[in-house]
């Protein structure tokens, strides 16, 4: 048979006799001897106190109880020194947390605790730095194919306009997509779309002229829906006194992957021919859909891993995050901001995209520069231009945490956009020297990217929940700006100068300038 005894309750002593077991059930006799057992019962008087003690025994299916009664004499038990050593493993094991959390904080701080809001940032400047190397690329790349098929300056602007066929479509269809479906799957679609269609360009080359103008088209496709895409993610990720830095870190991108693939092209050329242009940088766009895929969200909200503390801070100044059904067509059209935006636009994009697709022939047939000193001498704008957006976006955010409207940054900065490219191309018939013609670029084009913390960032102001729409309707000016722009150089310079066509920039320069400063407001013209 097996026994235990259970502590009972105390109770102060009372006045009568031990009772007798003699009559109970458990007796000493029937119980098989066990092991003795003890209670040590500390007890802050001298009082006598008795104690009653469950005991239970069970053997064979039967179990029998009772109580048992007993003396406790209280004895005096000093437990300071057991205390002390508690106190002190107490310590000991705390300080091992503290440096146990201490440490983990250390390797996870510099990567969990970086805002995820900048990562999302980061990944949309990584796109958009594939996205003007791929497109890059053909302006140096075209001086080698154009001698190898005997193509004339006119099929030469035909074949860079022709990315603009596929690039104006996608517009509008990019804007709508990314407003309603979500920006993370548009901006996935175009960046492996675009990497498809560079990839097959020099295939489509050796097809025939046909061919390579409809890759150069689709290719255009793909790279039409990533503005309007990366507006939709950062008008739902970025706080209004983040915006101008935000967006400018992004289309500096755009700048320095002109000077990748400018700086790069022409060794890759030297080295392996002009088709593994093409083929290396297309195969970079795979490698970058994975990554954005496992990292982004569309918003705030559909991310879990977001910490509470940033998403607090994102939703603060936040717009709406309700899904856009219905773009309301004729509202955004009413709207004279929204034409200052449309007119600006194309007005800003006509200069841009010539200098983009016609600077390397400018440095080889007016500057003398042989292939490797076009490309490495086209870095040099951009890099000034990757330098000025950046210094542009914090001087706008810094004006704007100073008290200065929206409305005033704004004009601000598009106004240096406008009047110094508009200044610098003016002298370029003034100079004989390179250097200097380099240098007038480069001071043209950084004071070009002052745009970026002007119209580049008022999609988002004037109608920030339907900033990529709004940025498809006035993007799709500006890609006309350069399909016109773009194959009417090629005409203008079989039948005129490179100053003609300076005139031109400059003459829309003004025009922009004028239509902005009367017409565009920072604050929120559209909810």
């Not at 503290?98 to 805002?115: G, T």
């Not at 000034?384 to 955010?397: C, P, Q, R, V, Y």
């Amino acid at each position: 048979m097996n026994a235990r005894a259970l502590l009972y309750s105390f109770s102060p002593k009372p006045n009568i006799a031990p009772p007798d077991f003699s009559a109970t059930k458990i007796s000493a006799d029937n119980l098989r001897p066990q092991t003795p057992f003890r209670f040590r019962v500390r007890i802050r008087n001298r009082e006598q106190y008795c104690c009653f003690v469950r005991v239970s025994g069970g053997g064979g299916g039967n179990r029998r109880g009772g109580k048992v009664f007993a003396d406790v004499k209280s004895e005096a038990y000093d437990i300071s020194e057991s205390v002390d050593k508690f106190d002190k493993g107490l310590s000991d094991v705390v300080s091992v947390k503290e440096d146990l959390e201490a440490e983990s904080a250390a390797e996870v701080s510099w990567l969990q605790e970086f805002p995820k809001r900048w990562v999302i940032v980061v990944l949309c400047f990584s796109a958009f730095l594939l996205c003007n190397m791929d497109r890059v690329n053909m302006s140096i790349a075209i001086l080698p194919m154009s001698a190898e098929y005997n193509w004339n300056p006119a099929t030469v602007g035909l074949i860079q306009s022709s990315f603009f066929w596929g690039y104006l479509l996608t517009q509008i269809a990019g804007g709508i997509w990314a407003d309603t479906v979500g920006g993370k799957q548009v901006l996935a679609f175009g960046v492996i779309w675009w990497s498809i269609a560079t990839i097959l360009t020099p295939v489509a080359a050796k097809i025939g002229l046909p061919f390579l103008l409809v890759v150069r088209a689709f290719m255009g496709i793909g790279e039409g829906v990533a503005m309007p895409a990366m507006n939709n993610i950062l008008s739902k990720w970025i706080p209004v006194a983040e915006r101008s830095r935000s967006l400018a870190l992004v289309y500096s991108g755009m700048y320095l992957g002109s000077v990748t693939g400018l700086a790069f092209s022409p060794y890759l050329i030297h080295q392996f021919g002009w088709p593994s242009v093409f083929y290396s940088s297309g195969s970079l766009g795979t490698v970058w859909f994975a990554v954005w895929l496992s990292k982004a969200h569309s918003s705030p909200l559909e991310d879990p891993e977001l910490r509470p503390a940033e998403k607090k801070l994102i939703l603060a100044s936040s717009i709406s995050k309700e899904p856009v059904k219905v773009i309301p067509w004729k509202l955004i059209l009413s709207k004279a901001p929204v034409w200052a935006l449309i007119v600006s636009h194309f007005c800003h994009n006509w200069g841009t995209f010539i200098l983009l697709t016609w600077m390397p022939t400018y440095y080889n047939q007016v500057l003398k520069f042989n292939l490797t000193e076009s490309g490495l001498f086209c870095v040099l704008p951009w890099l000034t231009m990757a330098f000025s957006a950046n210094l542009g976006g914090w001087i706008a955010d810094t004006l704007v945490s100073k008290g200065f409207s929206v409305t005033r940054v704004r004009k601000i900065m598009q106004t240096i956009g406008f009047l110094g490219p508009a200044f610098f191309l003016t002298q370029l018939s003034h100079i004989n020297s390179p250097a200097m013609a380099v240098l007038c670029m480069a001071c043209s084009q950084g004071t070009d990217a002052f745009s970026q913390s002007g119209l580049y960032s008022n999609h988002q102001d004037i109608a920030p929940r339907y900033s990529g729409v709004l940025l498809g309707l006035s993007n799709t000016a500006g890609v006309l700006a350069g399909v016109f722009g773009t194959a009417s150089t090629g005409y203008i310079l079989q039948h005129g100068s490179w100053d003609d066509e300076f005139k031109v920039s400059v003459g829309l320069y003004l025009v922009g300038t004028v239509v902005w400063n009367l017409f565009s407001t920072g604050e929120k013209v559209i909810d």
